[in-house]
């Protein structure tokens, strides 16, 4: 329970907890809760994303969720942290990795709030296709709203040459929505057809993009027939 | 005058919410009162002198008792509850307990309003009387536990 008022700081005290970022003050300790806090979240949205499938599909996408985020992030922090140390940045690991995961635990925290909301649909109206597109819609709206904590905490810990470095971030943002999703696609099923058998890993081909296309398609065709 | 021992135990009896976060609001208290004996002992009290000059000084245990519970409440501690509780107990509820009453030979083949109310009023009971300060996620859990039951009595 400690572990989720790291949630309330960065919620309600920004700028204090962005201060204490850029000295450098307890950062173990609030990369320890924000990874505990974050980890915690996904996995209890995880079991409502698989639910569509199974009990077993619920557990290896509690167990999926997070290690999607975690290794998207171990993939993208290295490139975010050498950029910014190339245009003359003065953060450190930690630090980067402080803000990174500041932007996952806001994502996270966010997302879990919707788990009632993708219960309830998935009660009342059991649609597969619509099932994934409400929680590729709902991942996608709190990624974006964690990621504005990444831009307000980067500006606010770097005083100098920020808008070359905001650029980068931006990019970094691109890169690190790409290898998102592309993870996500790898780590496939997180929903499971409900005809289809329990899944953990399927096999590799296609893409994350064509996949949501196709799931609009097929829902929208349901819908005229 | 009270020990510290005896100041918890009072601001225990007036706290009035769950085992987790009495504990933790328990835990912080005895923090601030140790780190004010340890000030009382090294002004030159006693270990029962600095004991008692602590505990008066905190303030009344029901008071204190008031105002932690208040700022407790309102963490994201009771939202993430709030969140996550009627989702898994209504996932546990549709998936595992409401197949296995059904897979007992008294669940009811045709329409049995005195059987499901009774089961409804057994879902809302139980966390009621087990959890009594969850008052946000309680609200969702009754909905999502009558419509989960209520479901599973129209279905053959």
Redesign the interface.
Known sequence: ??S??V??HI?RNRVDFFDEVRNGNGLSAKIRDMLVSSCM?FA?YG??MG?SNS?MQ?LSSAVKLPVLFLITLVICLPTLYFFNLLFGSKLTLPQTLALILTAITVTA?LT??F??IS??FW??APNYQFFKLLNVGILTLTGFFGLTFLVQGMRYVQHEGRSVRTIILWMWIFVYGFVGTQMAWTLRPFFGAPELPFQLFRQFGGNFYVNVIESFWGLLSGLLR | MQTIEAYLEEVASHLMTDM??ET?ILREVEEHLVEAVAAGRAAGLSTEEAERRAVAQFGPAREIAEQFRQVHNE???Q??LS??L???L??IL??AVLPWLHSLRGWPTGPAPVFFTALIALALLVPALAIRRWRYGYA?WAF?SV??IL?AGSTP
């Open positions: 329970m400690n989720f008022l949630i309330e919620l979240f209890l079991l409502v639910y009990w619920s925290v879990l709030s788990a009632p219960l309830f009660l009342t | 987790v976060t933790e963490s994201v501690s939202a993430v969140a996550a009627p989702v898994l209504t996932m549709r998936s969702a999502f419509m989960a479901q």
